[in-house]
């Protein structure tokens, strides 16, 4: 177990890095079609005008917490894990669950980084028709600010999910998870989901060809 938490850290730098390459032309996509963006600019304002309301943020916390929780739910099932219970009040939550312990890593980290409403709408955008696709649009901002507020409200050394990973290892993968996660999602309003899971292959392929030409180079 030891060996392979050590083994983690040079696979997460270079998660991270590869996903710097690829947030480069990501960012000079907005830069040069920036109209594109302006219905999810639109959903991502909406939210913060939102929380200015006293209903809303009344509930915010226990959207957070359930979000948080969910996220946790939600992974551990994907990597096969029974679930014991889930609860989530307005101050805490707890999700158990059992298994082989594969994927904890996932499992732990994954309410930092993972904009899991957003995901699926941009999963249902792939069905929309084109004069509805800014609908979605407008979500997918909503969305992706309420989980840059998760994050900015949840996220910190205090958290048991991150000391028990390794204070490290825990915010270096939440932090490329998030560097990946916004380079799917704002590649997305231009080309769609798949097309943005191929431009990030496309860009992660080619920085590795590059490392490889560049470490083949130091050695000759």
């Known amino acids: 177990m030891r060996v392979c938490r050590i083994a983690s850290y040079p696979l997460i730098a270079a998660w991270l890095a590869l ?7 990501a960012l000079a996509g907005i ?9 999810f600019g639109a959903g991502a304002l909406g939210y913060v005008l939102l929380r200015q309301l006293r209903i809303f943020s009344k509930n915010e916390e226990w959207l957070q917490v359930f979000s948080h929780e969910l996220a946790h739910t939600v992974v551990s099932i994907l990597f096969f894990q029974k679930i014991n219970s889930f609860s989530a009040d307005s101050k ?3 999700v158990s669950y059992s298994g082989s312990g594969v994927g ?23 069905l929309s028709a084109s004069e509805s696709l800014y609908i979605y649009d407008i979500l997918i901002g909503f969305t992706a600010a ?12 205090y958290q048991s999910d991150i000391r028990e990973q390794g204070s490290v290892r825990g915010m270096m993968f939440i932090i490329a998870a998030w560097v990946f996660n916004a380079t799917i ?13 191929k431009f990030v292959w496309t860009e992660y392929s080619s920085g590795v ?6 470490i083949c180079g130091m050695l000759n």
């Not at 996903?19 to 032309?25: R, S, V």
């Not at 830069?31 to 219905?39: A, M, P, S, T």
């Not at 989980?147 to 996220?155: I, K, L, S, W």
Request: charged fraction near 15%; glycine fraction near 10%; include cysteine.
């Open 185 to 197: 999602v704002l590649v997305s309003i231009r080309g769609g989901l798949v097309g943005a899971l």
């Open 31 to 39: 830069r040069d079609g920036w109209r594109e963006y302006l219905w």
């Open 104 to 126: 904890d890593l996932f499992i732990s980290l994954a309410p930092y980084c993972l904009p899991l409403a957003t995901y699926i709408l941009l999963a249902l955008r792939l």
């Open 146 to 157: 309420f989980y840059v507020m998760c994050f900015v409200a949840q996220t910190g050394l």
């Open 209 to 214: 060809k590059l490392a490889w030409e560049w």
């Open 19 to 25: 996903g710097l390459f690829a947030a480069i032309p």
């Open 92 to 94: 805490a939550g707890r």
